[in-house]
């Protein structure tokens, strides 16, 4: 069993929004901080948002900053990613992750990972 599955990606619009849904299951996350990265091809795997497993503490990217909010819904051990004012640059598979601990942008010190899920931006 995955314990996360990443939804809700597609093709959108350059100017329009897109919430990504990361279903946890099989897996005690009390504790993690739940973080979103993206990997667009031939990049590195960056950083988005996270937030703790308890639904506090939201942390993001500077580079998307004010254009995305992170939230958990605590009754379906769900975390989302609402992305708006969404761009050509924004073209990425998303990943949802997990790591023990205090929030962090690092992508090595995050153990799980979800398959990804495909956002493509139209110009």
């Known amino acids: 069993q995955v314990p996360l599955v990443e939804s809700g990606g597609g093709l959108v619009q350059a100017g329009g929004s897109l919430r990504l849904s990361c279903a946890a299951s099989?897996?005690?996350?009390?504790?993690?901080?739940m973080g979103w990265f993206r990997q667009a091809p031939g990049k590195d795997r960056e950083f988005v948002a996270s937030?703790?497993?308890?639904?506090?503490?939201?942390y993001y990217a500077d580079s998307m900053k004010g254009r995305i909010t992170i939230s958990k819904d605590n009754a379906k051990a769900a975390v989302y990613l609402q992305m708006n004012s969404l761009n050509p640059e924004d073209t990425a598979t998303y990943y949802c992750?997990?790591?023990?601990?205090?929030?962090?942008?690092?992508?090595?010190?995050?153990?799980?990972w979800g398959q990804g899920t495909q956002v493509t931006v139209a110009s």
């Open positions: 992750a997990a790591k023990w601990g205090s929030r962090g942008n690092n992508y090595n010190n995050y153990e799980y």
């Open positions: 937030i703790l497993w308890t639904g506090s503490s939201p």
């Open positions: 099989g897996v005690t996350f009390y504790g993690y901080t």
